[in-house]
C-alpha cells in the first residue's frame, strides 16, 4: 500500500489579491475552481486549477508578513510547471511584461528551465518535458 497518491495543492497567500488573481488566471491561464470570501477572516481563498487538475489555493489576508525569497532561505523554494517549450512560455509571460530568468539545463537531465516570479517574488519554475 503507499500512503500518498500525488500533490493535492498547493497554498499560497498573496498581499494583493486582484493583482494575484490576474497574474495567476490571465498570465498563468490557471481556471478558476471556486472563489469565496470569508468574512470572518477578511480573506478571499481561490481554488485554481490546470488542465482540470486543482493545483493551487490562492489566499488573501490582512497584513500578511513577507517571507524571505532570494537569496534561496529555509522552506519551500518554489512552485513548478512542467511546459512543451520553454521559448512559448517565456514570450507569452513577456506580453504580460513578466520577464523569465536566462535559460538554464538542469546538470543531471539535460533539461531546460527557467524562473520568473508572481507579484509576492515567489519563484515559478519552467522546466521543458
Known sequence: MKPMNKVHHTAIICSNYQVSKQ???EVLGLEIIREVYREKRQSYKLDLALQGEYVIELFSFPDPPKR???PESCGLRHIAFEVDNL???IAHCKKHDV???PIRI???TNKRFTFIADPD???IEFYEK
Open 23 to 25: 497574474f495567476y488566471t
Open 68 to 70: 524571505p525569497s532570494r
Open 87 to 89: 521559448e512559448n512560455i
Open 99 to 101: 520577464i523569465a530568468e
Open 106 to 108: 538542469d546538470e543531471f
Open 121 to 123: 517574488d515567489l519563484p
